[in-house]
């Protein structure tokens, strides 16, 4: 009887155990909230208070994005230790870090972690401002870096004068049914038709839109949209929330929690577990990249065929009984951002396809001279994932700039009192192997006034002007659920990236045994250099057709015939004729 009692405790511990491995594999909720939106208690006014709160400067307040070093005792890097001996690595250092400093532990990012051999982690106190915790910070020999909780923006473009493509032929080769089609002046530009006779996609090359979100039940997407594994398993788009707790007039950031998107959505009893895109941007980017193609529906996207995953990012202040009193779409956190990028990594390590990443949005900084780029926390996530083998499409951005010499105050229409001398864009500025920087091109091939530009930096330009794609049915707008169009004309670099993105993944559907350093060097080498190239762009602008083309094998050369009454090939080989009459010669000479 106690042997069998010793054996089912055993027995009981090792589930535990393989719950606890299966739950930190794939990241999991940290702290359980409700996440029911209490209609009553919204309105206009309430809905400000976490604008102010998100939008008091550059970064949260009082939150720190923190690289670390590993014990140096450690010979094995993390990605050579099992999972359970990394993630108690990772865990203490982070809790060493996080105590040295008298804050909270926010979160750890396992994956970046173990693909970089660096402790990546994000802590918080609302004790302390963001520069006294960077303070104590240099105070620890372990920290490497350690920097704020920056800020990122959307990067779409105000309305601009520019519906030039409306009434254009498209191209007859492989054209879809959709009836929008017509409308899509940006698939002809980059001679998408052209690479459809040789694919129109695949379902196994899963593409993800790191972004405001995906309306999931969309007529035009639940088609193409895949499914996570692991923890996130049964949904194919999750919302990161950053959480702010309402206390007296102020909010207090709090951390960040995932969660699942499924179900109906009902806007008239609001869950935002069901709600897919709060905004509209990142349903808008996810149509250029795989709106389901030849259903007779809306749009097409650059792929018929794809499975598309979307990552949200979404900002929440809480009322003391922990509902959704106030909704913030406006930005990004870098600790979403890499809580995003985290993900990323564990699903493509657990066995998706990913084969490349959109990022639509962007933010300005002051380059860490303090420290090395190489440990900045943001840089060292970006690279985990190019490491990984995962392409990266990132917006320029919009701000009228040139990435070499940004400008100070009035350099920017739209935002005059901007001074961006100094300073960085990012992500578009980092030098990653599997990284490309888009900019945007008009329906005439001209450069964007809007869009940034660098030779240096800007790899490639694709159209970013009244592109025509998908919106969510339901947006956050002025404190209440608004119903939207369908489909509609969004402008900027945002719109270009994910032309780039679709091509790539198009690419990887006709050549799924091509890198993505060769898929990378497809786009750019075969872009049409006659446009968008002179100061603008390295490259130019995207041709997806001449890349298609470019990525298929040399033909077999077809063997001569060995047989045959005539010609230098008939009777007697050419060679041996000439050896027969050289000896003919001599013979007579003799």
Not at 44 to 58: E, H, I, P
Request: with cysteine.
């Amino acid at each position: 009887m106690n042997r069998m009692n010793k054996q089912m405790k055993r027995l009981v511990l090792s589930l535990f155990l393989l719950v606890i491995l299966c739950v930190s594999a794939f990241g999991q909720e940290r702290t359980k909230y409700d996440f029911k939106l209490n209609l009553d208690k919204i309105s206009s006014g309430d809905n400000t208070a976490v604008n102010q709160a998100f939008s008091k400067g550059r970064y949260i307040e009082g939150s720190v994005l923190v690289v670390a070093k590993k014990p140096q005792q450690d010979r094995l890097t993390l990605s050579k230790m099992s999972h359970t001996q990394a993630l108690d690595k990772i865990n203490n250092v982070s809790a060493g870090v996080a105590r040295s400093a008298n804050a909270v532990l926010a979160a750890t990012y396992d994956a970046v972690s173990i693909n970089s051999d660096k402790v990546v982690m994000m802590i918080y106190s609302n004790e302390k401002t963001t520069e006294e915790l960077i303070k104590e910070l240099k105070k620890d020999s372990n920290v490497l870096s350690a920097v704020p909780n920056y800020i990122h923006y959307i990067s779409t473009a105000k309305n601009v004068e520019n519906e030039k493509a409306s009434g254009q032929n498209m191209s007859a080769a492989a054209s879809p049914n959709d009836p929008m089609y017509n409308e899509m002046w940006g698939l002809s530009a980059i001679n998408a038709p052209s690479a459809w006779d040789k694919t129109t996609g695949k379902e196994d090359v899963y593409v993800v839109v790191l972004d405001t979100g995906i309306d999931h039940e969309h007529e035009d997407l639940a088609g193409n949209l895949g499914t996570f594994n692991g923890n996130y398993a049964g949904c194919g788009v999750l919302q990161i929330y950053d959480i702010y707790k309402k206390s007296g007039d102020t909010e207090e950031f709090i951390g960040t929690n995932t969660k699942k998107i499924s179900g109906q959505f009902d806007p008239d009893d609001v869950r935002l577990d069901s709600w897919g895109d709060l905004d509209s941007h990142g349903t808008h980017v996810a149509g250029t990249i795989g709106a389901v193609g030849n259903n007779s529906l809306g749009v097409t996207g650059v792929n018929w065929k794809v499975r598309l995953l979307g990552i949200g990012m979404t900002n929440v202040t809480l009322d003391n009984n922990n509902e959704v009193q106030c909704i913030d779409t406006d930005g990004f956190s870098t600790g979403q951002i890499i809580e995003g990028l985290n993900i990323i990594l564990q699903q493509k390590k657990a066995g998706l396809n990913i084969r490349a990443v959109n990022m639509s949005w962007g933010g300005w900084y002051t380059p860490p001279y303090q420290y090395e780029l190489e440990d900045d926390p943001y840089y060292v996530a970006f690279k985990a994932v190019s490491d990984a083998g995962v392409i990266l499409a990132a917006a320029a951005g919009n701000e009228f700039q040139n990435l070499d010499a940004p400008g100070g105050p009035g350099s920017d229409p739209y935002n005059p009192k901007e001074d961006y001398r100094w300073k960085i864009c990012v992500p578009a500025c980092f030098k990653l192997a599997n990284l490309i920087t888009v900019g945007a091109v008009s329906a005439d091939k001209s450069w964007c006034d809007f869009s940034n530009y660098s030779p240096n930096y800007v790899d490639i330009a694709a159209p970013g002007a009244a592109i025509m794609s998908t919106l969510p049915r339901y947006v956050w707008l002025n404190g209440k659920v608004t119903s939207e169009d369908l489909y509609g004309k969004y402008n900027g670099t945002s719109m270009a990236a994910p032309h780039v993105t679709g091509a790539v993944a198009l690419l990887c559907a006709a050549y799924p045994d091509k890198t993505a350093g060769e898929i990378k060097e497809l786009l750019l080498n075969n872009a049409d250099k006659n446009f968008a190239k002179e100061g603008k762009s390295a490259y130019g602008m995207l041709d997806l057709g001449a890349a298609m083309k470019a990525g298929a094998p040399a033909p077999t050369p077809t063997p001569k015939p060995s047989g045959g009454s005539s010609g230098c090939n008939g009777g007697i080989p050419f060679v041996a004729l000439l050896s027969v009459m050289a000896v003919a010669f001599f013979k007579k000479k003799r």
